[in-house]
């Protein structure tokens, strides 16, 4: 069925603004707009978005529909490769000039032409148009569209896709404030906590009692450092360490939800005996990979004025309040309580006596074994004192985590 251009633009327009709107899945709205368009005539082959993003990895993402199947979402990082690709692209043109690009693609190549042509061509495209999408904001982001039509696209079918720029440029806009409010509230305050905001958990109080490992890990001898190197040192230096930190506790499925100073808090939430156990060995293992990484950075590390670190790490377990605290104007997501309070009481007590991993009585119950007592200590703020273990040892040397605990070394070995 072929229609008229104007009454197929109108019927896209409806579309885009009714059950379009809202839709988040950007490959999922490109290949629903190739449909309707196909549908409608328009011998439409390819489409592509190219977004620019506010990420702190990635610069740009782009979803790519094709009629021979591909269904693809890239996503760009800030490379030299991709600045250089960036430069003689119709991408640049629409983004600095916020002018729509037409290339007719011929069988033989063009002195000059955009670096994307040669593969079209070779892909067996005849036209190719990059349209700019004005965002509210001010910015101007992309959308191409292909052809392997013999003739091209004609005048009335490019017209239709221009009058179909503004409602898509608002479906998208709208699709990519709500990605890059879960950037960065993921970035920011963690994916968990990110989520639960997003979501409307936002009043002061708001939150829940949740069950989980709390994990201090803190940098020692950083104070000594920064009070000597730059700013714009210590922050790489900072960054390169947080980084190798953050990474092991991700690889084992805990979130960090903040850092303190020189120091990471992170979670490893459970909800009941076996996940409470799994949650406490995947703490354990993200503590032998922190070790493990910081030793690696510190061998790399040639430079006189930023001498080898260690790294400190208390394992505590309970129940927290996972939730907003703070001011009227001002809230922190955040996990509080006496079990939160003793995994910090232990983190000092662990610098104090300057030893890498200290465990509570609370992870040795979960575990099923007491292995490598440290012994017991009186910490401010309560007033029984605590019993804490090092396995220490196992976690540098790979050894068991748990060694007189045969469960543990059957969840250990799965």
Known sequence: MVLEAPLLAANVVQWLYSEAVGRQ??????????????????????????????HPNVRAEGAVWESSGTRELRRYLATEEVNEAYQNSP????????????????????????????DLRAEGYTDYIALPMPFSDGS?????????????????????????????????????????????????????????VLNGTVKRGDGEWISAVVSFADLRGFTRIS?????????????????????????????????????????FP???????????????????????????????????ETPDLSVGI??????????????????????IGPVVNMAARI????????VEVLVSDGIADIMGCRSGLFGEYQV???????????PASALRDNANLCPDSTAMRALEAN
């Open 25 to 54: 899945d950007s490959l999922e709205l490109v290949e629903d707009l190739a449909s309707h368009l196909r549908e409608g005539g328009l011998p439409v082959d390819r489409i592509t978005t190219a977004i620019l993003l506010l």
């Open 270 to 304: 459970y909800s009941n005996e076996d996940e409470a156990k799994d949650a406490a060995k995947r703490a354990l293992l993200a503590a032998r990979q922190t070790i493990h990484s910081i030793e690696e950075i510190n061998q790399a590390n040639i430079c006189l």
């Open 227 to 267: 009070n000597k190197l730059p700013a714009d040192k210590l922050i790489k230096f900072l960054n390169q360490y947080f980084g190798a930190m953050t990474a092991a506790v991700e690889a084992h499925g805990g979130e960090v939800l903040k850092y303190i100073g020189d120091e990471i808090m992170a979670i």
């Open 380 to 390: 401010k703020g309560f007033d029984d004192p605590v019993r804490v273990y090092s």
């Open 91 to 118: 991408l640049k043109v629409v983004y600095t000039e916020q002018r729509p690009v037409r290339c007719r693609i011929g069988a033989e190549a063009e002195p000059g032409e955009f670096t994307v042509i040669p």
């Open 347 to 354: 983190a000092e007590l662990a610098k104090d006596m300057d």
């Open 140 to 196: 101007t982001k992309a959308v191409t569209f292909a052809t392997k039509a013999p003739a091209g696209f004609t005048g009335a079918q490019i017209g239709v896709l221009e009058s179909i720029i503004r409602p898509l440029a608002i479906v998208c806009e709208l699709a990519t404030l709500r990605r890059t409010a879960e950037t960065l509230l993921d970035t920011y305050v963690g994916v968990r906590a990110g989520s639960k």
């Open 314 to 335: 208390a394992l505590h377990a309970g129940d927290v309040f996972f939730g907003n605290v703070g001011s009227e104007t001002r809230l922190d997501f955040t996990v």
